[in-house]
């Protein structure tokens, strides 16, 4: 589910940076004014854990795959809306850095989307208010699957609208949410079970560890983001409502019988692709390429300098690793002397 | 150099893991603490630098009083080495570890990089300074995780099983370092050969007091005395 | 006050050796700095443009030959490429056919070149990346981020993740090493049998984390890990990162 920097626009990726970085930003203002550095070692152990953890294989019942713990609610249960999206933050920033688990443009799309819905939205949303401080079994059963799944989901929505606003994608938004959505149904159930049965064991045997981590999100927060996620859905229907006619149209066919939907929605697409061409680099070629071959002067591609294009990068690529290897070797010769 | 008066410590269930214990040290001296497991020789040093505070009773380091406002103090005073050193050394450089105490006691930059470099260059860790911790060998940890202990300069050293681990070859450079060492010493150890190496006296604990008190060869040697312990002799002794 | 003892050479090698140091990259910031910059400007090569994105493949190119760095990890991890990445990249291919090229009497279609074009894109970011963060050390990585303004927090917490994941990883490995002995078939290896494991590693987890914050007050903790101040930005970082940004636009312009 980590997003690569090859499927997202520079404006996507930059974008979302912004928004994870505040968030980030402001997550460690609300960890730094508790003044409580016991926590500390926890969150950076509970990270080390994070990793370890997803190296334990379990199979699945009844379907003899195999599947591992993903960790996002689990940490928020222990460390709090905050420091447990901190953690996940900084293990997705080491899994990028080191394992290119997720590009490094696509790290604020990642956080946003694994660390941002455990932490701020199913664990006090949903977790909390279901399983609430001392929960039986049963409570903690409902909260942990209902959390887990709904975490998922949410995130693997936010793909697909990253994903579409990016524009690198042919996948019509209904197909892709239908692929997407099922199987992410189903690593949910998965996360919450395994959830589940880690915190179950905890609560049998050190019952006293699971003291309620502070599970308030500041109101005036909480506001902002309920506003902001308003404005963003608003914003994507009308988006989609034009440029995509295949998914919508088919579901509102399915729905009520017509097949006609918004027109209003053909300025807003205007609109937004004049704004991304200004803000691209060069004008970006997003729509898709006419039916005709070599001479057709709308395609996109232009087949003539292509080939010539393709020589040109070839020459630049032997340049640059022939530079590299003399420079190389020059730096292993000095140190050798 | 230690006064503990009457020191009384029980685990929230109840368990008491430490029952009336009185014990003076003086400067200089190398105290061995024994004991079997369970009998609260890590309950009891963990008092010494103030992670646990006296529940009945007193302690006091260099005729500082323990208590939540001397935290500081103590802190400077008795420098503890961890059982484990992957507790001990928690950055990303070993150079940053071993400055790492330094840089909180509010030294200059100079006087860091002065008595960090001097550390690591007794330790024989100077060329190693720049690796990450769990780039180092078991052994090699121990002694790094010795000179950032070391490195604060501090007036007792506490040791939790300083042996465990440790391969014979660096078991013994191990204690020809410790006993080059010119401060109060406390040894927690399972390793009696190590502490008949290294101290002077030896108490022995059990369920929480001390049942013995004493030369380290007469009771390292009384056979009986360990066996009431649930001990027995060090393994040179034994034959 | 010391024993003599010999040489630390002597003791058993640890792991890891020092890392080699990246050309005309300028200080670890700078260099994080116009990876970023890179990785911009790849990411802005509209999605059939197949010859500029082979061009940008020069810098990682160009790094791992002038750094010698670990080539055979980043091909490792070239092969394990992501299967979402290669999803999308199918689904282009299936979904645009309509043909845009003929190359002796071959039918390049729109999809496959935007196909192709994100399985190459997704090559080359990774390849960039890894050949930069593996030519630092990692605690020279979070100073750099420490001086491009991460918060305190962040940087304390990625110092000790990266400290303890190998301790960690090492402890599960060989609980999962004892439960697999055990095991016979698939019984013994459930969801709900693995559960209560993975319960035990998270307490053994946070009793380690308590043993780690008594060492951390022992020795004066009071927030941060490193006390001593980042570098503050040069002159010749800028000019590294203006320079770099200039070749980048270049190559975008040229091609």
């Known amino acids: 589910m980590h997003m690569a920097d090859a499927l997202l626009s520079p404006v996507v990726g930059g974008g979302f940076w912004v928004v994870s970085g505040a968030l980030i930003g402001y997550s460690a203002k609300k960890i730094s004014e508790e003044r409580d550095n016991s926590k500390t070692a926890l969150m950076g152990v509970l990270g080390a854990f994070v990793f370890a953890a997803q190296m334990i294989n379990f199979t699945l019942p009844g379907t003899g795959s195999s599947g591992h713990l993903g960790g996002g609610l689990l940490l928020a249960v222990l460390l709090g809306p905050y420091r447990a999206f901190i953690t996940l933050a900084s293990v997705l920033i080491i899994q990028c850095l080191f394992f290119a688990d997720g590009g490094l443009l696509a790290l604020g799309c990642n956080v ?34 209902t959390a887990a799944t709904a975490a998922l989901l949410m995130g693997a929505l936010s793909v697909v609208l990253e994903t579409l606003f990016s524009g690198i994608t042919e996948l019509p938004f209904g197909t892709f949410l ?61 988006w989609f409502a034009s440029s995509q006619p ?16 918004s027109p209003a929605g053909g300025a807003v697409h205007e609109a937004l692709e004049a704004f991304q061409q200004k803000v691209a680099f060069l004008p970006d070629y997003g729509f898709k390429s006419a039916p005709e071959f070599l001479a057709n002067p709308e395609s996109p591609v232009d087949a003539g300098s292509s080939l010539s294009g393709i020589v040109g990068s070839l020459s630049v690529l032997a340049a640059a690793g022939t530079v590299g290897l003399l420079l190389g070797r020059k730096q292993k010769g000095e140190k050798q002397r | 150099m230690i006064a503990i008066e009457g020191l009384c410590f029980s685990w929230q269930d109840g368990t008491k893991a430490i029952d009336h214990i009185s014990l003076a040290v003086g400067e200089g001296e190398s105290v061995g603490i024994v004991g079997a497991n369970g009998a609260g020789k890590s309950t009891l040093v963990n008092h010494l630098n ?16 323990l208590n939540k406002k001397n935290l500081d103090r103590i802190h400077r005073m008795v420098g503890l080495l961890f059982q484990n050193p992957d507790d001990q050394l928690f950055t990303a450089r070993l150079y940053d570890d071993v400055a790492f105490g330094p840089e909180n006691l509010g030294m200059n930059r100079a006087d860091i990089a002065r008595v960090v470099e001097d550390a690591l260059r007794e330790l024989n860790l100077w060329e190693l300074r720049n690796r990450a911790p769990s780039q180092l060998s078991q052994g090699q940890k121990r002694f790094a995780s010795f000179a950032a202990v070391l490195v604060m300069k501090p007036e007792v050293m506490v040791m939790d099983e300083p042996t465990a681990d440790l391969d014979p070859k660096n078991r013994r450079k191990l204690i020809n370092l410790v006993n080059g060492l010119d401060i109060t010493r406390i040894t927690v150890s399972h390793d009696l050969d190590f502490i008949q190496d290294t101290c002077q006296r030896v108490c022995i604990m059990k369920q929480g007091r001390i049942t013995a008190d004493g030369p380290t060869e007469e009771i390292l040697g009384n056979r009986e005395l360990l066996e009431a312990n649930d001990l027995e002799l060090p393994l040179r002794l034994q034959r | 006050m010391y024993a003599r003892l010999p040489s630390a050479a002597s003791l058993p090698e640890g792991r890891g050796a020092p890392p080699r140091p990246l050309p005309f990259l300028g200080s670890d910031r700078s260099a994080l700095l116009v990876t970023v910059l890179f990785l911009f400007s790849l990411l802005s090569i509209p999605k059939f443009n197949m010859a500029e994105v082979l061009a940008f493949g020069a810098f990682p190119l160009f790094l791992m030959s002038a750094a ?16 979402f990445v290669l999803f999308m990249a199918a689904g282009n291919l299936l979904l645009d056919r309509n043909p845009v090229l003929l190359i002796s009497g071959l039918r390049i279609s729109g999809g496959m070149i935007s196909g192709t074009v994100i399985v190459a894109k997704t090559i080359i970011s990774v390849a960039a990346l890894l050949s930069v963060t593996q030519s630092i050390p990692f605690y020279r990585i979070c100073r750099a981020l420490e001086a491009l303004h991460l918060p305190d927090v962040l940087v304390t917490q990625l110092l000790l993740l990266d400290r303890y994941r190998s301790v960690l990883q090492e402890e599960a490995q060989s609980m999962q090493k004892a439960r697999d002995i055990r095991s016979f078939g698939r019984k013994g290896k459930g969801l709900f049998r693995t559960a209560p494991l993975i319960g035990s590693l998270l307490l053994r987890t946070i009793t380690r984390a308590e043993r780690i914050y008594r060492s951390m007050s022992a020795r004066g903790f009071q927030g941060r890990l490193v006390n001593r101040p980042a570098e503050k930005i040069s002159r010749s970082d800028w000019r590294t990162i203006g320079l770099w940004a200039l070749l980048f636009l270049a190559l975008r312009l040229i091609f």
Do not use: C
């Open chain 1, 112 to 145: 946003f989307n694994l660390a941002f819905f455990p932490s701020f939205i199913a664990f006090p949303f949903l977790y909390r208010v279901i399983a609430g401080n001392a929960p039986t079994p049963g409570k903690l059963a409902v909260g942990s699957l």
């Open chain 1, 178 to 238: 239908l692929f997407m959505l099922p199987v992410h149904l189903a690593i949910g159930v998965v996360e919450g079970l395994v959830t589940w049965g880690v915190l179950a064991f905890v609560a049998r045997t050190e019952p006293g560890l699971l003291v309620p981590a502070k599970a308030a999100v500041h109101p005036r927060f909480t506001f902002a983001l309920f506003a902001i996620l308003a404005l963003f859905v608003g914003g994507v229907g009308s």
């Open chain 1, 246 to 261: 295949d998914g919508l149209e088919w579901s509102i066919a399915k729905v009520s019988g017509s097949k006609e939907f």
């Open chain 2, 50 to 65: 103030g992670y646990f505070l006296p529940q009945k009773g007193s302690i006091s380091i260099g005729g500082v009083a």
């Open chain 3, 68 to 83: 010698q760095a670990d080539v055979k990890m980043i091909v490792k991890r070239l092969l394990l490429i992501s299967p």
